[in-house]
């Protein structure tokens, strides 16, 4: 019973907190559309891995977003309910994955406040219905858990050929932290490459409070990152990313290298990705995963992706993973 109102509590908070920013959202201004997609999957997992084989609604996204004003100022709010499906009571809950406004500087410079991803490399921004891997890499899992933070960033995107996009902002620290308190700078530089194609650098810097025993602590929380992404004319992509830090004090490091084709009218993409992550915890295996798949765009609403992992984890463990997953996007202009 308690377990069953706390839920009902959440999703009472979650509507109203969203019919908020909506209605402010609608009586600001009606150049706003509505979009989303849905990824259903399914997981056949090895027997010797203790996780389910069965379907899952992995992401549901519900996103609002447009101009405000005639000055161009931009917001969006999205939130996802793929956790609703979920067995156990206690994880069914809408997520709210983006809620920010970004005002234009100039022609340049713009300025972003609230809840979003965070600026660092590629993988962190790219959106997972463009990604063809199901998931992110281990490194960039496990550096930014959630993906998200709150924040306030300078962005800038120059006209001029060779001049680099710049990201630098300060922020509360990635929301799945899950400390007493947390601060972080971050800072990107990247060039456009032709074909819309993109390499840059990225660093972080933060601090993590968390309670050990009846004391706070203070922990180290930093990222140097470095990201490739090399678009062919034939088709072809190349995608890299380098990160080397400190998660919780401890030193990790992790890379992962991604190639992809799409041929022909209806976009048959084969795609191959090798990621590696070292936790630096002495008692830790190297991380390694092979991930082989192909996705097929039937139409620009729909994708059907193949895909099979073999990867090691941490703790030295040898497992495959054949999943299946329909994508489908709906709204929008």
């Known amino acids: ?9 959440a999703w009472r908070i ?3 907190v969203v019919g908020m920013l909506v209605s402010v959202i609608v009586g600001a201004h009606a150049d706003m559309t509505w979009s989303g997609y849905t990824q259903a999957r399914y997981n056949f997992w090895d027997r010797d891995l203790d ?55 100039s022609g340049e410079w713009s300025a972003r406040m609230g809840f ?24 960039a899992r496990s550096f930014f858990p959630g993906e998200r933070e709150t924040g306030f960033y300078l962005l800038s995107k120059p006209a001029k050929r060779g001049t680099p996009q710049l990201a630098l902002g300060y922020s509360n620290g990635m929301r799945d932290w899950n400390d007493e308190e947390s601060h972080a700078w ?3 530089a990247q060039w456009p490459l032709p074909n819309h194609g993109v390499a840059g650098v990225s660093y972080t810097d933060a601090r993590r409070s968390r309670l050990d025993g009846e004391a706070q602590r203070d922990y180290d929380q930093n990222c140097l990152g470095a990201h490739l992404r090399w678009n062919f004319p034939s088709g072809l992509a190349l995608q890299s990313e380098y990160f080397d830090g400190e998660i919780l004090d401890v030193e990790a490091k992790g890379w992962y290298g991604q190639v992809e084709y799409a041929a022909g009218e209806k976009k048959a993409m084969p795609f191959y990705r090798y990621d590696v992550f070292d936790d630096g915890k002495p008692t830790s295996y190297t991380y390694k995963r092979h991930t082989v798949g192909a996705a097929w765009d039937f139409d620009k609403n729909q994708r059907v992706t193949v895909q099979v992992e073999r990867y090691r984890d941490l703790k030295g463990g040898s497992y495959t993973d054949w999943g299946l997953q329909w994508q489908f996007k709906y709204g929008g202009k």
Do not use: W
């Open 186 to 188: 971050t800072a990107r």
């Open 116 to 139: 979003t991803t965070i600026p660092f490399g590629f993988e962190e921004e790219y959106s997972s219905s463009k990604r063809l891997p199901f998931e992110r890499s281990k490194a």
């Open 1 to 9: 019973m308690t377990s069953m109102r706390t839920v009902q509590h």
């Open 51 to 105: 996780k389910p084989r069965d379907f899952d609604l992995r992401r549901v996204r519900l996103k609002y977003a447009g101009t405000l004003n005639d000055r161009g100022t931009e917001a969006a709010v999205q939130v996802c309910l793929g956790n609703l499906d979920d067995r156990d009571e206690d994880d069914r809950r809408v997520v709210l994955k983006d809620a920010f406004v970004r005002h234009p500087l």
């Open 14 to 16: 979650a509507l109203l």
